[in-house]
């Protein structure tokens, strides 16, 4: 590779990649996302695109470089879809990608082999050499991968280790390979039946005569790939399974039971009743099927008696009455304050109350209600006697770990204080108390015969290599139901479908559970489980087909020298975004006793009791910000967590090839803590010079609705700063930055990128300027340097300027914006982004840094912001069960989320009027106007315009004529301000006449012959 720039410093396919990633967020089969789960795992799209336009140079010429755009992205088209929005059929323009190889689906398109040859052509004829430090859940390496390079894919957690060789390294070791099924497959008609299913439309004659040739051995055995023993193999851990577990799941009345639903109980400490703690007593909400759970207190009331009614009909006039009502029947007995007895009928125990009763081990559960499958569908019924005694016979059936390594997962869960985690508030303090006494016997089951498998595989002759790997997939379906089968899963009532345990990524409290049938033909359960399996192995085979074989190391990042690599890309931990290790523990502890003894690599990674954290003696570990995990200390914490990056980026520079580059993502969009991590790149030896906004993240993603974690994720590029580079001064980096961003603004306004995403888009280029110097001297303040954060304060009010000046002009071509102030500024942004509506903090907090306020002032100085909260707005048919946490004690008013106070709510009454010599913001001028002109006093109203000068103040005319066009149609809001902007312009019209008879006046007294 030359100097050349590479296509990602110069263009990007951005909408398409976008488009393309956002659908992917609904893919699931085949797709990675199915394998294992992995936190905030980045889209295959994405990847895709960043590496393509990575590792290929600029063409040179714009037409050169919108063709190799378009054959990467293919192009944006809208369709208009008819869609049912609250019982209405509206039209929807839904835009999507035409050609390309970036949607799912078009990964095997023919161009895909044009663009690996081009990425050979541009290294010699080799293929580029890539590292993903924080490999994670292996989408960056896949895609590598999938265009020909050779991989190296690192992480630190065990967990994210075996899922990298599940994902890269068994599928290309093994891709093309084949053998004969086992022979117990070979003799199941019902496993030969799916196997002929997938070879092409059989009838049902031809079927049975396939099965009765295999059988009779008048074929030969099919040879298949590593999926369909995968398949073969699982099955046969099921038909183990299953007969040993069958009892425990019985079949009442000829229907399979689906699932238990539970309820945790605490006694009353009012009148000593047993309450269930039920978030709601909905089963099944659907327009057409209701079924909800009936409860009264017994005859002694001393607990409660359940029962089920269906049918349950809609009452109210519309959609608000309708919800109202269900919403009061359905209502459990918590609620954020904590629970009602429903004997006493009293708010007898508060949250403390249920946290110390669970410290002390006295929180227990009851049965609700049994889900099972019918001709018609799901049914819903009371828990028979028997149900009631099986279940608790499991209890006395926990030896079955005596046999297993490891025995039962005592391991401790981390402590109260760490990210994420309110489990341990309630007493949870060891991993195997997040299931019931069947879930442990069900889990347990299935390890012993998936260690089994080891044994029979080698009896049967397998390859070591396909002894690995099988065993290994299999393992990863011990974790998928592990993942589907705890204490922390619950049951959606909109879908009559069970939720994992990571439904987001921490683990809460859940007061009503649901214990999976697990080794029935239901969804979630075992047999599921190894289907997407398989389906991922089918995808990975065809995407290695044509790799390199992957390096994939269990190790951390900080570590990483020793090879030279053409490209890093890499998707690193933001401070205290995810726990990943505490999290990822759930699944440790269960590979860790499936895997022991299957391999040497296996018991090196998983030795430990439990995941790497932070080692202090060695100062290295886990990189994420948690102070649980040094003594509560939340600055040294902080500190570690920056430490580390920059030793990591250093290590970075250090393995890059002279001309090679880093792609780092961040989707964690505070700004400070951008900043910190920026200035680490920088002074790690790095030039930035491009960032791109991505959007993938499905809107109403969990963490979305309350986090800092935006929609879009930056993937800022960046190349190695030559050794002779030299220090530059603030006044000379400044003015070419001005020079060179108005245009590259120019370009992303006209490409469509909008909102918090547009400031992060102008950042990389911006930083160009100063971040190819190592260090950037202030020409006035000799022995002083210009901070990282300085310069993007500078940055950020040029884009700003910018999109205020559109907002201002209606998004014409109008100029940048100068001399509006500070709040006017950050208001304007806000209200042309989100509107009035709830607004996500971390985006709020950009802009108003952008501005030079801090989010604080805009609401408690300034009040033009009002905190939220974080709970989503409710949604006609919201899944009840669905919400961030089950506990819910986040009060509304925490600030994750804000929205712009409304004019009517903003009274105070220095509101307008200049302060310790500080002019009042020009919106709040413009509130005040609005409050005198509602009050009718029309005079007050041209004295305030006129002690202001508000009618020749050119800026004070557009900003009205952007709150018109900003204002709902036909409501108060725009009403007012069409009244002031029509009255301030009539009257400015009037004064400017008198004004000029008065001149004309003037003139003639001084030039009579005039």
Known sequence: ????????????PLKQTSLDSVHEKNVRHGHISTLHIWPARRPLAACRA????????DPGTSEERRRLIEKIG???VQKVERKKIRGKIVEVVREETVGGILHWGRESNPDLE????????????????????????????????????EVTAIDINPVAWFILKCTLEYPQKLAGQFRPLPKFALESPEFMEGYFKTTGKLTRKQLERNLQAVQLGLFPPPDVNLAWHVRAWGWWVLQKAKADLERFYPSIDGKQTVAYLWARTVKCKNCRAIIPLLKTRWLCKKENKRVILMMEPNADKTSVIFGIQTDVPHVGGNA??????????????????GATCPSCNTPSMTMEDIRLEGQAGRLSSIMTAVVVES??????????????RIAAEAERMEDIFTDIPFGLPNESLPSKEALGFRV?????????????????????????????????MQVENYPLEWIEAISAYLGLTLDKIADYNSMVCTWHNSGEKIGHTYARFALPITWDFVELAVSNQVGGAYNAQLEWIARYIEQGLVASKESQSPVVKNKSAIGIGGLLYDAIVTDPPYYDAIPYSDLMDFFYIWLRRTLNGLSPNFDAAFAASLSPKWDHTQNDGELIDDASRHGGDEQKSKAIYEDGMARVFQACCQSLTADGHLVIVFAHKKPDAWETLVSAIIRAGFVVDGSWPIQTEMGTRMRAMSSAALSSSVWLVCKKRPETARPGWDNRVLNEMRQNIHSRLREYWDAGIRGPDFVWAATGPALESYSKHPVVKKANEPGKVMEVS?????????????????VLTHNGEGTTVSGLDDVTTYYLLHRHDFGMDDAPIGACILYAISCGLSDRALADQYEVLIRTGGQPEPEENKDETEVEDSEAELEEGTGSKVKLRPWHQRKRKSMGYDADNHPAPLIDQAHRIMHLWKAGDVVKVDEYLDDRGLRRNALFHQLLQALIELSSAGGEERSLFESISNHVAARGAKFERAQATLLSESTLEQDPQL
């Open 424 to 456: 341990p508030l309630y007493g949870f303090d060891k991993w195997h108390k997040l299931f019931t006494s069947r879930q442990l016997l069900a889990l347990g089951t299935f390890i012993r015969y998936t260690r089994l498998v080891h044994e029979v």
């Open 114 to 149: 044009w663009f690996r040859q081009e990425i050979r052509k541009a290294y010699g004829g080799c293929p580029p050499k890539v590292l993903d430090p924080f490999a994670g859940g292996g989408a960056i390496p896949l895609e590598a991968m999938r265009l020909g390079c």
């Open 74 to 76: 293919g192009t944006v």
């Open 320 to 337: 608000a009455q309708r919800r109202e009502h269900d919403k009061r029947i359905g209502a459990g007995t918590m609620s954020r304050s």
């Open 790 to 806: 300085e310069f993007l304060r500078a940055v950020r009010r040029i884009v700003v300027d910018f999109v205020v000046g559109r």
């Open 50 to 57: 960043a590496l393509i336009a990575t590792l290929l140079p």
């Open 375 to 388: 001709k018609d569908g799901k049914e819903y019924r009371l828990p028979t006697e028997e149900e009631i």
């Open 1 to 12: 590779m030359n100097d050349r720039p590479r296509l990602i410093e110069v263009a990007f």
